[in-house]
């Protein structure tokens, strides 16, 4: 329209064809203002929240390493699952995923630090070690419990207690977690390798307990194991 102002020749209804062309010219630019916005807005709701964030994402155990296990159940198994399904929410949010195995293996054999020994140590610290070369800006390691209670239940979060920021992170995750697994509104500390090792902010999530019947069977389930990525996932957010 502004261009068939300029062509429009010169007449008695030059001047009548400008001021229409004005007049829409200023719809247009409204038009255009509220499509630029609606996209940000549908981007920070949707998309690129976590952009540019690099988020290393630790299943816990693997490979001859089960975890807790229960007939029929392992808990390196339900970490993976819940892993992966995490790994996909925070792509689509923009960030860059690195986990920390994608398959059922240990991870002993990727430690660089001839000086750790053991199996077990050298397993955790492949796991840190991941951090340190990714230059990355938060860990979260997936686990799942197993107590003699058998009535105990809930999804629970651990930072180390001499990071500030690990906790603000744990607690945040913890109040999404609330509403999907229940338990408890706060984060608890922990001396765990993983977040003692880490200087980013770091959490252990105890997704539930396999001990419990009714939440071994949901910490199975595909769906509830989304529901769980999708907390942690927006505990993530909040933290930016
Ligand atoms: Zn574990």
Redesign the pocket.
């Known amino acids: 329209m502004l261009l068939f102002a300029y062509i429009y020749p010169r007449g008695v209804n030059s001047m009548k064809m400008f001021c229409i062309v004005k007049s829409h010219l200023i719809y247009y630019i409204l038009l255009i203002l509220l499509m630029v916005s609606s996209t940000y807005a549908f981007e920070e709701k949707n998309g690129n929240k976590l952009a540019n964030k690099v988020i290393v994402v630790d299943a816990?155990?693997g490979g001859i390493d089960s975890?807790?296990t229960r007939p029929g159940v392992d808990?390196k198994d339900i970490?993976l699952a819940v892993a992966l399904q995490l790994k996909n929410i925070l792509n689509q949010k923009g960030a860059k995923v690195i986990m920390s195995r994608q398959t059922d293996m240990e991870l002993s054999n990727e430690c660089d630090n001839e000086k750790v020994r053991g199996r077990y140590h050298r397993d955790l610290m492949a796991r840190v070690e991941m951090v340190e070369e990714s230059d990355a800006d938060l860990f979260v390691s997936l686990?799942?419990?197993a107590v003699r209670n058998d009535k105990k239940r809930g999804a629970e979060v651990f930072y180390y207690n001499k990071s500030e920021t690990g906790k603000i992170l744990a607690n945040l995750i913890q109040a999404e977690l609330y509403s999907v697994a229940g338990r408890s509104h706060s984060a608890q500390n922990a001396n765990y390798f993983v977040l003692r090792r880490n200087k980013i902010p770091a959490v252990l999530i105890?997704l539930g307990y396999i001990t419990n019947t009714e939440e071994r069977q949901l910490l199975l389930a595909p769906d509830y194991q989304q529901k769980l990525a999708r907390a942690i996932a927006e505990g993530i957010c909040k933290f930016y």
């Open positions: 816990g155990h975890g807790a808990e970490n686990h799942a419990n105890e």
